[in-house]
């Protein structure tokens, strides 16, 4: 790589940053008035406030890279611009094909830092983030809503109504079918821990029913053998947006398995994917902002210009998402089509300018 691709590469890098840092004050300032109304709700206080938005600031910063790095170019590219240096390195005899590889550079950089931050750092600071919260506002800490959560294997559909951090059931019921798709067993337990590969059920209650009627028995302690385990139970926890690659493909696995619908896991699996591809698709982007029709705009209105194109493909992104999912479009091309569409809108502006 020559001085001048480093120049430029460092130059749009920092350019890069620098908006990423003054967009995550801003959005962190907004979250942090709407975490105000909750202020006093059990033991969350300020301490408790800050500890969230700490944790929060990964998926901050996931979902702002690809918008910061469309900006960032623009700025960085802009600034070489306007001060003459492009021009500069132009006439020395660097080629459009040239910085684009240093604007390369950035967007590999980019796909990577964004591939970190989605799959190692994000998981566990989003789970940490939601257990400050509920522990402080609730005293309690794990999913729970007024619906629970059901999980299906074979012939028994399971109603979970809270999972413990530490992997624990509360409040279980476990129905079993027969093979014309009869109620027969109704169980019931208080709660349900996981040891050697099998959950050990507490304070059980079990209706048989038959063609005699109902049977009704007790048990203190039962064994119930499922493919549900702990690890399983933590992805229900978590939003399929915040999950690792490796675990939902571990959970789709298990929904398909179960018969059970998959969609929402696989949208999010393949956003996943899309996601450091639209960062190096942003930065670009950025290139005909320089060079082409909007070359001789001033910086300022270039800067505008790229934050209403980060922001359109930000809300594009999210409603092709959503309608992608209503109209059961197949979700590898809900997640491809709109990084697809701007990628096709730069190539056919780089072309105009080569």
Known sequence: MTLLNRYIAKTVLSSTLLVLFVLIGLYTFMDFINELDDLGKGSYGLTEIFSYLAFSMPKMIYDLLPIAALLGSVLGLGTLASQGELVAMRAAGLSVQQINKAVAIVALCLMLVTLFIGEVVRPSA???????????????????????????????????????????????????????NRLRIITKAKEASYQDESWSLTDVVQSTIDEQGVQVRTIEHARWRSPLNPGIANIVIMKPEYLPVWNLVQYISYLKENKQSVERYQMAFWMKIMMPISAAVMVFLAVPFVFGPLRSTPIGGRILVGALVGIGFYLFNQSFQNIGLVFGVFPWLTAMFPTAIFAAVAWYFMRKIY
């Open 126 to 180: 989003e789970r940490k983030a939601e257990t400050i919260q509920s522990q402080a506002k609730t005293g309690t800490v794990g999913m729970q809503s007024n619906f629970g959560f059901w999980t299906r294997n074979g012939l028994h559909f399971n109603h979970i109504k809270r999972i413990l951090p530490d992997g624990r059931f509360e409040g279980i019921s476990i129905y079993e079918f027969d093979a014309e």
